[in-house]
């Protein structure tokens, strides 16, 4: 008796209702049918030439090539692995004369050898082991296996000097040729000063200046890597005539400063402008920059970018 009143109480449904339960399971039937369909029965794919699938793979590497240019701020793109260092048949080389499969065997990596010898061609070739320092992002960890090995031609480099140098037109070789050259602050030189160096024209003189702007000044050389389209050696070039006095740089008071100011920055995005301005207000200011971790918008890595940048008055 029980079980007839739950049945007519729950499963009676009046015209309405019974249409809602029918328009329901017919729904179902359809999804149940299409997904069996896609499933004993797939969409056909294009086939694909086998000169398609070389070029295609051809752009990957390509690409992958490109993303490697562009995150040489990683160390682990930079250099070779310690086991890998280990498994090197180290042999004495002299880097003015090693061609790019001879600078792969011995460790590096494709792109870092390619820019050694681009360094060597189009700055000027090296006259101690010291000098592949200046080679811009060269593996510290290869660097300091590869010392004891290597072995320099001084009379080569002496011979090849000269004639890198006369690459350059007659006005900057006298200013890369002169004992009294001073370098230049990347942090207050103006797009004039900055295109007496050797290899800087108007574009990226103006394109410094503009990212000067937007970071408030130069505290790292990784920064310039923010240029458009910049070239290897015209790192290279900046890291050796030029220094960063970073003395000179604009710091953004946490405690005065407004939304604009802060959002505008390469290093935040607005959201965490906005959280940070509204901490600010709720715990009436800031007493140290490292109280801006408190607001769980800024990482660890975010706050060792941004907090060269900031200040508490």
């Not at 593996?139 to 300091?144: G, H, I, K, P, Y």
């Not at 103006?190 to 990212?211: C, M």
């Not at 310039?224 to 050796?240: A, H, M, N, P, Q």
Request: with cysteine; hydrophobic share 35%.
């Amino acid at each position: 008796m029980i079980w007839k009143r739950i049945a007519r109480d729950y499963f009676t449904f009046n015209k309405r209702e019974s249409r809602g339960v029918y328009s329901l399971v017919i729904l179902l039937l359809v999804l149940c049918c299409l997904h069996l369909g896609v499933k004993f029965y797939p969409l056909s794919y294009e086939k694909y030439s086998e000169e398609d699938l070389l070029a295609f793979r051809s752009l990957s590497e390509s690409i992958s090539y490109s993303n490697k240019n562009e995150t040489l701020i990683s160390a682990t793109s930079s250099g070779s692995s310690a086991s890998q260092m280990e498994s090197i048949d180290w042999h004495s080389f002299d880097p003015n004369k090693a061609d790019t499969s001879e600078l792969i065997e011995l460790g590096l990596k494709p792109w870092m050898a390619a820019r050694i010898i681009k360094y060597r061609e189009k700055v000027r070739p090296f006259e101690s082991a010291e000098d592949l320092k200046k080679v811009y992002n060269i593996d510290t960890v290869w660097l300091q296996q590869a010392f004891p090995y290597i072995e320099i031609d001084q009379d080569f480099a002496k011979e090849a000097l000269p004639v890198e140098r006369g690459r350059f037109s007659k006005e900057n070789q006298s200013l890369k040729d002169s004992s009294e050259f001073v370098l230049i602050d990347l942090n207050t030189a103006d797009t004039n000063l900055l295109k007496s160096i050797p290899g800087i024209g108007s574009f990226y003189a103006k394109q410094i200046v503009e990212l000067r702007e937007r970071y408030g000044g130069f505290r790292s050389f990784d920064q310039l890597l923010g240029l458009y389209k910049v070239r290897d050696e015209t790192l290279t070039i900046l890291s050796e005539k030029t220094v960063l006095d970073t003395s000179s740089v604009k710091r953004i008071d946490l405690n005065s400063c407004s939304l604009k100011e802060l959002g505008r920055h390469p290093y935040l995005s607005w959201k965490q402008a906005r959280i940070i301005m509204a901490y600010r207000e709720q715990h009436q200011g800031f007493r140290s920059v490292k109280e801006i971790l408190r607001t769980d918008v800024i990482t660890d890595s975010v706050y060792l970018k941004i907090a060269p940048y900031l200040m508490v008055k």
